[in-house]
């Protein structure tokens, strides 16, 4: 098993594996997002399921550990990639065998990583470790996440459009990330043959730009609609 877990297929299965399980918590974490768009009340409570649902507590572990073994396999495998390259490998016109997103599915990884480390200093951190405003909903306390969330994009004047772009061209990006890695994660664990590739690329496709957009409209609204 350590010997397949170290090959170059065993450290492209645990990327993919990983890859698959935060897809799944992307579109949970929009489901849950989106009840910003119907109001303080609706996301508080959502985001006080979401901080005090005993399901979702240990989950969060296994998230946090699905990240690291994402990006730590997800380097290995480039430098990897990179170390066996030929010499003579700049001369392929690589523009004609693959997609712009998938020759740079690293330097997007990495800019969605830095985007998430953004994401997490403003929200998670504060959340779990700062001091947030709390307030009453149904008669229950519980913390403000609503203006947290809301602050962020309206009432910072220059930095308000700032941190939108900052959020809405990282969504750009995670958007551009899956849309290669969700047919290639499929592929990696034996899911994809001729007759599925257009299929699982063409949902992958629609995935991307569900999680792109949806993500986005968050800033949009507050910014200019709310």
């Given amino acids: 098993m350590s010997n397949f877990i170290s090959s170059s297929i065993g450290k492209k299965l645990i990327m993919s594996i990983s890859g698959l399980f935060l897809i799944v918590f992307l579109l949970v974490h929009l489901t849950a997002n989106l009840f910003l768009l119907g109001g303080s009340d609706a996301f508080n409570i959502s985001a006080h399921f979401m901080g005090t649902n005993p399901l979702i507590q240990i989950m969060q572990p296994l998230l946090a550990l699905g990240f690291a073994l994402h990006i730590i396999y997800s380097l290995i495998v480039q430098f990897h990639n990179w170390k066996s390259r030929p010499v003579n490998y700049a001369k392929v016109n690589q523009k004609d065998a693959s997609t712009w997103a998938s020759r740079n599915m690293i330097w997007l990884g990495l800019f969605v990583l830095a985007f998430l480390i953004i994401h997490l200093i403003n929200f998670f951190w504060v959340l779990k470790f700062g001091e947030p405003e709390t307030t009453v909903v149904n008669g229950v306390e519980m913390e403000d996440a609503y203006s947290l969330v809301a602050g962020l994009f ?3 004047g220059t930095l308000a459009y700032v941190y939108s772009a900052i959020y809405i061209i990282g969504f750009i990006a995670l958007g551009m990330h899956l ?9 990696t664990i034996g899911w994809s043959n001729i007759k599925w590739r257009k299929r699982l690329t063409l949902i992958g496709d629609v995935y991307a730009i569900i999680i792109a957009v949806g993500f986005s409209i968050i800033p949009i609204y507050f910014l200019f609609i709310k």
């Fill in 179 to 187: 849309h290669h890695a969700f047919w290639s994660a499929f592929q």
């Fill in 154 to 156: 309206i009432n910072g």
